[in-house]
Nanobody, 126 residues
Protein backbone atom coordinates (compact mmCIF):
# COMPACT_ATOMS: atom_id res chain seq x y z
CA UNK A 1 0.00 0.00 0.00
CA UNK A 2 0.97 3.61 -0.52
CA UNK A 3 -0.27 6.52 1.54
CA UNK A 4 -0.10 10.02 0.05
CA UNK A 5 -0.33 13.42 1.72
CA UNK A 6 -0.39 16.64 -0.31
CA UNK A 7 0.54 20.11 0.85
CA UNK A 8 1.32 23.51 -0.61
CA UNK A 9 -1.96 24.65 -2.09
CA UNK A 10 -3.35 28.11 -1.56
CA UNK A 11 -4.49 31.31 -3.22
CA UNK A 12 -2.38 33.33 -5.60
CA UNK A 13 -2.86 36.04 -8.19
CA UNK A 14 -2.55 35.35 -11.87
CA UNK A 15 1.07 35.16 -12.92
CA UNK A 16 2.14 33.86 -9.54
CA UNK A 17 3.66 30.56 -8.49
CA UNK A 18 2.93 27.73 -6.10
CA UNK A 19 4.75 24.53 -5.22
CA UNK A 20 2.81 21.44 -4.28
CA UNK A 21 4.33 18.53 -2.40
CA UNK A 22 3.19 14.94 -2.14
CA UNK A 23 4.75 12.83 0.60
CA UNK A 24 4.47 9.07 0.13
CA UNK A 25 4.70 6.45 2.84
CA UNK A 26 4.26 2.72 2.97
CA UNK A 27 5.64 1.00 -0.09
CA UNK A 28 8.01 3.62 -1.49
CA UNK A 29 10.40 1.08 -2.97
CA UNK A 30 8.40 -0.38 -5.81
CA UNK A 31 8.57 1.13 -9.26
CA UNK A 32 5.61 3.44 -9.70
CA UNK A 33 4.09 6.28 -11.57
CA UNK A 34 3.41 9.33 -9.42
CA UNK A 35 1.00 11.83 -10.88
CA UNK A 36 -0.74 15.09 -10.18
CA UNK A 37 -4.37 15.38 -11.17
CA UNK A 38 -6.69 18.33 -10.90
CA UNK A 39 -10.43 18.66 -10.78
CA UNK A 40 -12.41 21.86 -11.13
CA UNK A 41 -16.11 22.03 -10.17
CA UNK A 42 -18.23 20.28 -12.77
CA UNK A 43 -15.23 18.87 -14.61
CA UNK A 44 -13.57 15.48 -14.70
CA UNK A 45 -10.41 14.75 -12.82
CA UNK A 46 -7.56 15.00 -15.30
CA UNK A 47 -3.86 14.28 -15.14
CA UNK A 48 -1.63 17.33 -15.48
CA UNK A 49 1.80 15.83 -14.81
CA UNK A 50 3.41 12.51 -13.99
CA UNK A 51 6.82 11.09 -13.18
CA UNK A 52 8.10 7.55 -13.25
CA UNK A 53 10.10 6.70 -10.16
CA UNK A 54 12.81 4.59 -11.73
CA UNK A 55 14.07 6.85 -14.50
CA UNK A 56 12.46 10.21 -13.71
CA UNK A 57 10.72 10.40 -17.06
CA UNK A 58 8.02 13.04 -17.02
CA UNK A 59 4.71 13.69 -18.73
CA UNK A 60 2.65 16.87 -18.99
CA UNK A 61 -0.70 17.78 -20.38
CA UNK A 62 -0.42 20.40 -23.10
CA UNK A 63 -2.01 23.22 -21.13
CA UNK A 64 0.74 23.18 -18.47
CA UNK A 65 3.82 22.47 -20.59
CA UNK A 66 6.46 25.10 -20.01
CA UNK A 67 4.75 26.34 -16.84
CA UNK A 68 4.60 23.31 -14.52
CA UNK A 69 7.47 21.06 -13.50
CA UNK A 70 7.13 17.73 -11.73
CA UNK A 71 10.09 16.33 -9.83
CA UNK A 72 10.97 13.87 -7.08
CA UNK A 73 13.47 13.92 -4.26
CA UNK A 74 16.50 11.65 -4.12
CA UNK A 75 14.75 9.24 -1.76
CA UNK A 76 11.87 9.04 -4.27
CA UNK A 77 9.33 9.39 -1.50
CA UNK A 78 8.25 12.96 -2.24
CA UNK A 79 6.98 14.39 -5.49
CA UNK A 80 6.75 18.09 -6.21
CA UNK A 81 4.75 20.15 -8.67
CA UNK A 82 6.22 23.57 -9.31
CA UNK A 83 3.55 25.73 -10.91
CA UNK A 84 4.55 29.03 -12.52
CA UNK A 85 2.68 31.62 -14.56
CA UNK A 86 -0.58 30.51 -13.02
CA UNK A 87 -3.86 31.56 -14.59
CA UNK A 88 -7.45 31.43 -13.29
CA UNK A 89 -7.93 28.35 -15.49
CA UNK A 90 -5.53 26.50 -13.19
CA UNK A 91 -7.94 26.87 -10.29
CA UNK A 92 -8.89 23.40 -9.07
CA UNK A 93 -8.45 20.81 -6.39
CA UNK A 94 -5.12 19.11 -6.99
CA UNK A 95 -4.62 15.46 -6.11
CA UNK A 96 -1.53 13.31 -5.90
CA UNK A 97 -1.90 9.72 -7.11
CA UNK A 98 0.22 6.62 -7.39
CA UNK A 99 0.12 3.47 -9.45
CA UNK A 100 2.74 0.85 -8.68
CA UNK A 101 4.56 -1.35 -11.16
CA UNK A 102 3.34 0.65 -14.13
CA UNK A 103 5.00 3.20 -16.37
CA UNK A 104 3.26 6.56 -16.58
CA UNK A 105 2.65 6.17 -20.30
CA UNK A 106 0.25 3.33 -19.50
CA UNK A 107 -1.87 5.12 -16.90
CA UNK A 108 -3.18 8.44 -18.20
CA UNK A 109 -6.62 8.34 -16.53
CA UNK A 110 -7.81 8.78 -12.96
CA UNK A 111 -9.42 5.34 -13.04
CA UNK A 112 -5.96 3.83 -13.59
CA UNK A 113 -4.72 4.91 -10.15
CA UNK A 114 -5.23 2.98 -6.94
CA UNK A 115 -3.75 5.34 -4.37
CA UNK A 116 -4.83 8.94 -3.79
CA UNK A 117 -4.11 11.81 -1.48
CA UNK A 118 -6.82 13.96 0.08
CA UNK A 119 -6.26 16.87 -2.29
CA UNK A 120 -5.15 20.45 -1.92
CA UNK A 121 -6.98 23.50 -3.26
CA UNK A 122 -5.32 25.89 -5.68
CA UNK A 123 -7.12 29.15 -6.39
CA UNK A 124 -5.82 31.69 -8.90
CA UNK A 125 -7.46 35.09 -9.03
CA UNK A 126 -7.32 37.48 -11.95
Amino acid sequence: QVQLVESGGGSVQAGGSLRLSCAASGDTYSSRCMAWFRQAPGKERARVAAIYSDDGSTYYTDSVKGRFTISQNDAKNTVYLQMNSLTPEDTAMYFCAARRWTHCSNVPYASDYLHWGQGTQVTVSS
